[in-house]
């Protein structure tokens, strides 16, 4: 009898498990985990395209001697800020100073040699008058008065020429700017035809911003632009940002002026040019930098970069059916605007897509759609 009762007793603790179990097995298959979801409408937004920069000042102005002869003085430094006519190197030539002695004194020459001719012209005019000597002397007379005249001329002007090789030998800053490198040293032999200038000044109060964009863009920009001609459109564009080497943004904004009217058949790039005003010197001429420009749309589809994965280079999303059962969707983007792509094909008006957490899905499991919500975006119709 014990022996029937502990069997019964091992039953009913057996049906009473499988029954817990399957009691729990039903449980976690009616368990559907919630996901947030967006639904994809319209919004407004203004997005962004980078392109790499080369800077320039407004003025690159290189300095180059125009006499041989040897350094004799350096008076500023590399980096330094001068101002239009500042004193910047000087050249020892010595032949130069003597060149302006010998001018000056072949003007005394000359000055001599003119008021002895006059003189004579003096003496044979009254001769003449009275008959006493021909008319022939006295043209001979007014002659070589002329010809001590025009030699004359001719010492003032070598003198002149004179002076203006000896001013080569002080250099001055023809434009107000920053000094650049400077590759010759005091003692060093330079001349006209020196391959690398003395250095060169950089006028970078406001600067120029080169960089380039391939036709596609170059077209999208244009016909997006209002103006019927090519400056017009440059006046429509949005100022553009200034990205500087170490991430930072430039404080001032600036404005595209110039478009290239060629295509580089090489490359396909429009070449293009941004001024910023640079009060402060902060960007230097040579330096490397980023034009940000913007672009507005206003009927954007705008998908969450959370809400995407990437497998060999495509870009996917999970999209929540009528039966809340998620597929994987291929989905092509083009600009970024915040944390956000905008959707340029894949998806469409009105489609939910997962927002976040996509990590722990699989293709047609079925979740529980929550309302995905980010007071950032503008919504538009």
Same mark, same amino acid.
């Given at each position: ?5 502990s069997r ?13 179990k ?19 409408e ?28 040897y350094?004799d003085?350096?008076y ?18 010595p ?7 010998t ?15 006059q003189?004579q012209?003096?003496k ?11 008319? @022939?002397? $006295?043209? +001979?007379?007014?002659? #070589?008065l002329?010809? &001590?005249? !025009? *030699? %004359?001329?001719?010492?003032k002007?070598?003198l002149?020429?004179a ?5 080569y ?21 330079i001349?006209?035809?020196?391959t ?8 970078i ?5 080169y960089f380039?964009?391939?036709?596609k863009q170059?077209?999208d @920009?244009? $016909?997006? +632009?209002?103006?019927? #001609?090519?400056?017009? &459109?440059? !006046? *429509? %564009? ?12 430039f ?6 002026e ?14 293009m040019?941004?001024?910023?005003s ?13 034009v940000?420009?913007?672009q507005q749309?206003d009927?954007?589809l ?13 870009l ?30 894949g ?11 996509i ?23």
């Amino acid at each position: 009898m014990d022996i029937l009762n502990s069997r019964l007793l091992l039953l009913t603790a057996f049906i009473f498990l499988a029954a817990c179990k399957g009691k729990n097995t039903t449980t976690e298959k009616s368990v559907v985990q919630g996901y947030p979801v967006i639904s994809l409408e319209p919004a407004n937004a203004t997005v962004y395209t980078d392109y790499p920069a080369t800077i320039q000042g407004i003025q690159n102005v290189e300095i180059r001697p125009k006499i041989d002869g040897y350094v004799d003085g350096i008076y500023v430094d590399e980096g330094a800020t001068v101002h239009k006519g500042q004193l910047l190197f000087r050249i020892s030539a010595p032949q130069y100073e003597e060149n302006v002695r010998t001018a000056e004194a072949n003007i005394k020459i000359a000055v001599a040699d003119v008021n002895a001719a006059q003189m004579q012209v003096n003496k044979v005019e009254p001769l003449v008058k009275q008959d006493i000597i021909s008319h @022939f002397e $006295l043209e +001979s007379a007014q002659y #070589t008065l002329e010809a &001590k005249r !025009a *030699a %004359l001329a001719q010492a003032k002007a070598a003198l002149n020429n004179a002076r203006i090789n000896l001013s080569y030998t002080t250099i001055s800053s023809p434009v107000d700017g920053v000094i650049g490198i400077l590759p010759y040293k005091i003692g060093s032999l330079i001349s006209g035809t020196t391959t690398d200038p003395l250095t060169t000044v950089s006028n970078i109060t406001s600067i120029y911003a080169y960089f380039s964009i391939n036709e596609k863009q170059g077209l999208d @920009f244009f $016909l997006a +632009s209002k103006g019927e #001609t090519m400056q017009q &459109k440059l !006046a *429509a %564009l949005p100022p553009v940002k200034l990205v500087l080497a170490n991430g930072t943004v430039f404080p001032l904004d600036g404005k595209v002026e110039t478009a290239s009217g060629l295509i580089n058949a090489e490359t396909g790039a429009v070449n293009m040019r941004a001024t910023f005003s640079n009060p402060d010197g902060l960007v230097r001429s040579g330096s490397s930098a980023v034009v940000r420009m913007s672009q507005q749309i206003d009927t954007a589809l705008l998908i969450p970069q959370k809400a995407t994965y990437q497998i060999q280079g495509k870009l996917f999303a999970y999209v929540v059916d009528k039966d809340n059962k998620v597929n994987s969707v291929e989905v092509n983007t083009g600009n970024i605007y915040r944390n956000y792509y905008v959707v340029t094909g894949g998806v469409k008006r009105g489609d939910r897509v997962v927002a976040d957490g996509i990590s722990n899905l699989r293709e047609g499991l079925t979740i529980k759609p929550q309302v995905y919500v980010d007071s950032t975006l503008n919504k538009g119709n």
